[in-house]
């Protein structure tokens, strides 16, 4: 069954239609009805309908406006607006914003169940192609493991696609939400101009793209190509030159360290990637540091790291090397404060990791420094039960965007210590503890067929299928997909 939602600023005109016609009958359950824009919002944000019937004058946020706003969160539900106003403008603007219908009032009960049955229709056809896309996602999330030996020319050879070239290269572009949509509108394996080139989606707003060309022959022909179709990527990472026995996952990860660096340094629009080790001077500070943390000499650690995050801006180091020296660093902090009550603050983190949480080397960096002040600061006592009503206020909001520093707000407290009480409380990292609830939630939804993995991912609370799916591998030893054939 799917869900709809009736909103209309009239409660007896939301009456009417919740029982002009049997909603059953034709696959749906009406969850309820709202009388102005923002708690229709606030309804569809939390029960992720499939279906709103909207008026479009209403008061606080209008139709139109509840459109808009369901598109900005990029959310699937389909949405049929209603207008006492046979104006052409209005069905005009309402179809170019992505309405799936446009009624008048009074609604009629033909129009509108031919309306709805139209959408049951799509609906299946989405959730059919959904799960097709799941089966090729899975596919693409195995080759691309950083172990994986599966070379491009086994790949095409069983997709069928043929590559006369004997060189390739492979793209990861970074997309701002505005300009993604244009750009992965066109997925799928084009020719232009001697390049060859298969493109996919491998993230929420990231397009991978393998090109196949004569190198020998035409050694910019894949430079041609990036500025001719590539140019409204924010950032595009270029991997080293393979061929037909080359992994795929080795040039994905060169591509994706190359564009995770130019987005982490905010300098050049596109890098290329290239094989390199820390230099003696960077090797040197680091030895240097370890003797300051050993020392606990505050002035002289918060120096050196300056120095180590001026180093990799200066050096433009790829994001991979800065991982190296975080890591580093987070490993002399466990062999020298290993005992502490903040360990708990601080942890290893994988590139991708770094790519995600921080904008710069300065924002990682700040981090750590932070760490270091969270050391030398006092702990308060706080009663079980206000902990309990901490741990209760993050399990009802697992799903969104939950900062911690948003909650230490809201309690009052210091976000070391709220870290800290919730490793002590759960035995886990605020992080992992919001993970294994969103995995723990999707391990169910997984249960139900109607819903395609893409469905999953967004309704336990993430966004980028790869990183979920690696998330749940790495938690349960299986992909999402193979899960659900057990």
């Known amino acids: 069954m799917h869900n709809v939602l009736i909103v209309d600023d009239e409660p007896w005109v939301a009456y009417g239609i919740t ?19 923002l708690t229709a919002l606030r309804i569809i944000q939390e029960k992720k309908p499939e279906l709103i019937i909207s008026d479009i004058r209403m008061p606080g946020l209008d139709g139109i406006e509840l459109l808009e706003r369901i598109n900005l ?21 309402a179809l170019r914003l992505g309405a799936f219908d446009y009624l008048l009032k009074q609604v009629d009960k033909e129009k509108l169940t031919e309306s709805v049955a139209r959408l049951s229709e799509l609906l299946e056809q989405e959730r059919r192609a959904g799960l097709r896309t799941d089966q090729f996602l899975d596919e693409l999330f195995e080759w ?26 492979l793209l990861s572009c970074l997309y701002s939400p505005q300009s993604q949509a244009a750009s992965f509108s066109k997925e799928g394996l084009y020719e232009r101009e001697g390049v060859i080139a298969v493109k996919v989606r491998t993230g929420q707003h990231k397009l991978s793209i393998l090109l196949n060309y004569d190198e020998s022959e035409y050694p910019l022909h894949f430079l041609n190509h990036i500025s001719d179709y590539l140019l409204n990527a924010q950032y595009t990472g270029i991997s080293s030159l393979g061929q037909v026995s080359t992994p795929i996952a080795r040039l994905y990860q060169e591509s994706d360290i190359a564009a995770c660096t130019a987005a982490m340094h905010q300098g050049a629009q596109i890098i290329s990637y290239k094989q390199g080790d820390l230099s003696p001077d960077i090797r040197k500070v680091m030895l240097n540091l370890e003797v300051s943390i050993k ?15 001026a180093a990799c801006r200066e050096q433009s180091l790829y994001i991979d090397q800065i991982a190296m020296i975080y890591n580093q660093i987070v490993s002399i902090i466990y062999k020298y404060h290993g005992g502490s009550t903040r360990i708990a603050e601080i942890e290893h983190l994988h590139y991708e990791h770094i790519a995600r949480y921080y904008s710069s080397a300065e924002s990682l960096f700040d981090r750590i420094k932070s760490f270091f002040g969270l050391l030398t ?22 799903t969104e965007d939950l900062l911690l520093s948003a909650i230490a707000k809201h309690f009052k407290i210091s976000i070391g210590y709220l870290s800290t009480l919730i490793k002590k409380e759960t035995g886990m990292t ?39 799916n690696k998330l749940f591998k790495k938690q349960f030893g299986i992909t999402p997909s193979k899960y659900r054939k057990l």
């Not at 070379?151 to 069983?158: E, H």
């Not at 706080?382 to 741990?391: R, S």
Request: charged share 25%; proline share 2%; glycine share 8%.
């Open 73 to 93: 969160l990029q959310l699937e539900t389909k949405v049929i607006l209603i207008s006492g106003y046979a104006d052409f403008e209005y069905a005009q603007r």
């Open 144 to 169: 691309l493991e950083p172990d994986n030996t599966m070379t491009i020319g086994r790949i095409l050879a069983n997709k069928g696609v043929e590559t006369p070239y004997p060189d390739y290269r």
């Open 430 to 468: 605020y992080s992992d503890y919001i993970m294994n609830k969103r995995l723990s939630m999707a391990k169910d939804l997984l249960g139900d067929a109607s819903l395609s993995i893409h469905d999953i991912v967004h309704r336990v609370g993430y966004k980028d299928y790869f990183h979920f």
């Open 19 to 37: 029982h002009v016609i049997d909603w059953n009958s034709l696959g749906y359950n009406v969850i309820g009805e709202a009388h102005d824009g």
């Open 377 to 398: 600061e006092e702990e308060v006592h706080i009663h079980n039960v206000q902990v309990e009503k901490m741990l209760e206020y993050i399990d009802s909001r697992y």
């Open 295 to 309: 020392e606990q000499a505050r002035d002289g650690i918060f120096g050196l790291l300056d120095r180590l995050c």
